[in-house]
Structure formats: C-alpha cells, structure tokens
C-alpha cells in the first residue's frame, strides 16, 4: 500500500502541536501537575480519529445524510455489524485500488462507532438532547453568554 509519508508526517506533528498547547495552557494555569500527556497510542488514535470525522463529514454525510433523517439511524447494531463483516471481507481484495481500500477502514471505523452508539443508547440521547435544545433556546442562549 502506498502512503503519503509527508501527510502522515503533518498529522503526526499537527496531534502534537495540540498536545503542546494543552500542556503550555497547564502551565498557565499553574495546572502542570495535573496535566499528563496522551500515550503514543492514544495520541496515534487521535489522528485515526480525525480521519474518520472527516470521512464522515465530507463523504457519508453529503452522501446519505445525517442522524436522525439517515437511513442508518433505523438500523439496529447487528444491521451495522454486518456492514462491518461486508467491508472486512472485501477489504484485501484489491479489486477496487488503494484508496478504495482505505476508505473501507474507514467505514469500518464509522460502522463500528454506530455500534458503540446503538448498544448504549447515544442515539437517543443525542435526539433527547436535540429536542430540549429546540425547546428551551434561550436556556442555551444564556449558558453561552455566561
């Protein structure tokens, strides 16, 4: 698979960048011991996880739509999991190209959050949360303006 080292590279030191602005905002705030710094991994995540908001953003979203109005949203997670198990599958078969093959992780990344979502209940907290919002405005209004 070929890869674009000097995107990754960028990804790499954009993730820590942030670290160093959370750790300098620490110091700050006299709240340095408090602060202790992501793991490599977590930190590795983190630029997993940028990609897959923007998969979801750019691509899915435009696509399909969004939560609630999506045709996913009646889906129930075994439904996603079988989504899953259809990208797992065709994933090595190369029969699509390269790009095409990393956009499936990325799928199987966004499949599997919809799981997470659905077997503990993020759906429907999210649409609650949603509608006390268009109920109550200026509740909202007067927590951002402090």
Known sequence: MSVNKE?????VRAQLA???????VAKENEASDEYSPRSNRLLL???FADEVGRHVEEYTVPQYGD???D??????????????????????SNSRGEL???RDLLKIAHYAS????????????LAEVRKEQEVQPEVQEEVQNG
Do not use: H
């Open 7 to 11: 995107a990754v590279l960028e990804e």
């Open 114 to 125: 919809l799981v997470w979502c659905k077997r503990l209940g993020f759906e429907e907290a």
């Open 45 to 47: 995540w983190d630029c």
């Open 100 to 102: 095409e093959a990393t």
């Open 18 to 24: 942030v670290e160093n602005w959370v750790k300098d």
């Open 71 to 92: 045709n996913v949203a009646s889906w129930s997670a075994d439904d996603c999991v079988k989504q899953i198990q259809k990208y797992v599958n065709r994933m090595d």
């Open 67 to 69: 939560f609630p109005g």
